[in-house]
């Protein structure tokens, strides 16, 4: 049970994955007003920096679950690193279906709706760990303005048009799932300019170190594409933001 290969050469060099940077993450865990000993279940937590730099600027508690092991283990370093291994914890495993064992004050999935087969059952999904009152976390594309043809919407890595919404629909559609949107915090192009063009430097490395590997035809391919792809597509239609909700 891992992720592809792709996806650890890709990101290599990323502490966060997903179109944040660590003062938009800052700004998240500023504008939520974390308590100490806040407990939180981060769902596909990835290399654990959101846990990690809370625990260490909030004192916060908690559980970060992912599907790699590249990056568990990242997670866990991070921990020790930031002197908060004492407070977190990382466990290697499927997010899917993860609930946990007493509810915690915030649960969160930024950017792995995949967990629940989409939105409404990451929501779903989600909710199942929260206790009452408390604060949930998910990170959701969105469309920045309307996508010309299917074709922009498959290179934003949709499957078709209607899988995203525009930010206000968005909004409503959590309204519709039961849940008030409390705070947001919105990644913006620069940010997206730092996730993706970073992934780019990541993976000509690597291909430069690993010539003969079976992964290398696949990685030039994505070398050759992807920046086109992005400044073409992305960067202008595809918005991602983190939306904190509190179930009504």
Known sequence: MDLPRIFTVRESSHRIH???SPGKLATL???LRLAPGTRVLDLASGS???LCTWSRDHRVTGTGVDISTVSTEQARARAVELGVADRVRFAHGDAAGYVADEPVDLVAC???SWI???L???VELLGRSLRDGGLMLVGEPYWRREVPDEEAARACHAHRKDDFLPLPELVERFGGLGY???EMVLADQDSWDRYRAAQ???LRRWLDQNPGDELAAEVREELSTEPVRYTRYQREYLGWGVFALMRR
Do not use: S
């Open 120 to 122: 409404a059952g990451t």
């Open 110 to 112: 930024l950017g792995a």
């Open 200 to 202: 780019w430097l990541n």
């Open 18 to 20: 997903n179109p944040f």
């Open 116 to 118: 629940g087969d989409g």
């Open 29 to 31: 865990g500023e504008a």
């Open 180 to 182: 008030d949107v409390v």
């Open 48 to 50: 654990g920096e959101m």
